[in-house]
């Protein structure tokens, strides 16, 4: 299960979404031609707290769900590569469904410090040409799931 | 975990019916509803069920649908009545075989697939014995459970279980054995 602080997500098999993406890395980053930028930089992903973890994981999930998938999909001609992002996708909503980010206003302060971080990867997907944008956000998908390996336990 | 999609065959008389199977997930239903995925094993078949475990890689509603083909025509699609979701799927008690060797006591489980895990549950028959627990990972490999002490009787029974779902199943029957007989279904 993961644990994203006080947020639990059963059900999901962290193994089952790399295997999902092991089969499409190679033709989606194969298409990011712009390897000097990086969308999910350092500062949004290093030294994040686990009560700021549930905020963070929630929002890129989101984001990825109804920007970065919804409009990469449009670019997928195999079925192979369909089936993979089709079981990424679907765990991602159902990851996003189990979590609940805590509404307590003495959290303001962490969701405020998570969505700074968030911010920062969203600014960087902004500046860059959409369809450019799209391709290296889903090649990112890797970073991403190995900064949510830490908060899953067996 | 295994689950099948099972239809009514299409009456045609000498003729061999093909069947062709799709699926879409949560995602696709709700951000982008007119596509829909072939599925792995069954795109087409001659048979009257897909095996889609496969295609539900995520714990969320699966909207399924199943066509005939038969030469250049193809029937309407059928759709599943309900969405379905793999955290509703039943789990049979696993089989289990129970065996002494010497003085040890070793179960082996039937291979269910990476997914699976048992709770194998153990004790001397005795009045007021106490009850052991043992999680196992896998199947098909014996486990050693408990050095036995002669002319005493020990139970055992387990049950499956599927992290992914979050669902177990009932207990197996229980299987008893005595350091001289072999297992006692009881």
């Not at chain 1, 009560?51 to 997928?76: G, Q």
């Amino acid at each position: 299960e993961f644990r994203f602080g006080p947020c639990r997500v059963e059900g999901v098999v962290l193994p089952e979404l790399w295997e999902a993406f092991w089969a499409v890395k190679n033709t989606v980053q194969a298409q990011d031609d712009i390897t000097s930028v990086r969308l999910l930089k350092a500062q949004v992903l290093q030294n994040v707290s686990d009560a700021e973890s549930c905020y963070l994981v929630h929002s890129l999930l989101k984001f990825y769900l109804n920007t970065v998938f919804k409009n990469y999909h449009s670019k997928i001609a195999k079925v192979k590569i369909l089936k993979s992002f089709s079981s990424l996708a679907n765990n991602f909503i159902d990851i996003v469904s189990k979590l609940q980010p805590s509404k307590d206003k003495d959290m303001l302060s962490i969701s405020e410090s998570a969505h700074r971080r968030f911010m920062l990867f969203r600014r960087a997907f902004k500046q860059m040409d959409t369809e450019v944008a799209l391709v290296k956000a889903f090649g990112e998908v890797d970073i991403l799931l190995t900064w949510m390996q830490k908060f899953y336990q067996l | 975990m295994k689950h099948l999609l099972m239809w009514n065959p299409v009456a045609q008389p000498r003729e061999t019916v093909l069947y062709s199977v799709e699926y879409q997930g949560e995602y696709e239903s709700l951000y982008m509803s007119h596509i829909w995925i072939p599925s792995s094993q069954c795109s087409p078949t001659n048979g009257l069920e897909c095996d889609v475990t496969d295609d539900v890689t995520a714990t969320v509603p699966y909207n399924f649908r199943v066509r005939a083909m038969l030469g250049s025509q193809t029937s309407a699609w059928s759709t599943l009545e309900h969405p379905f979701n793999r955290n509703s799927t039943v789990l049979v008690a696993p089989r289990m075989e129970v065996t002494e060797h010497g003085l040890h006591l070793v179960v082996k489980l039937e291979d269910l697939g990476p997914q699976f895990e048992f709770l194998v549950v153990y004790w001397r028959k005795e009045p007021g014995a106490t009850e052991h627990v043992k999680v196992v990972k896998s199947g098909n490999t014996p486990v050693h459970l408990e050095t036995m002490e002669p002319g005493a009787m020990y139970c055992v029974k387990a049950q499956a279980w599927v992290k992914a779902i979050g669902r177990h199943s009932t207990f197996s029957q229980i299987q008893c054995v005595d350091m001289q007989g072999e297992s006692l279904p009881l």
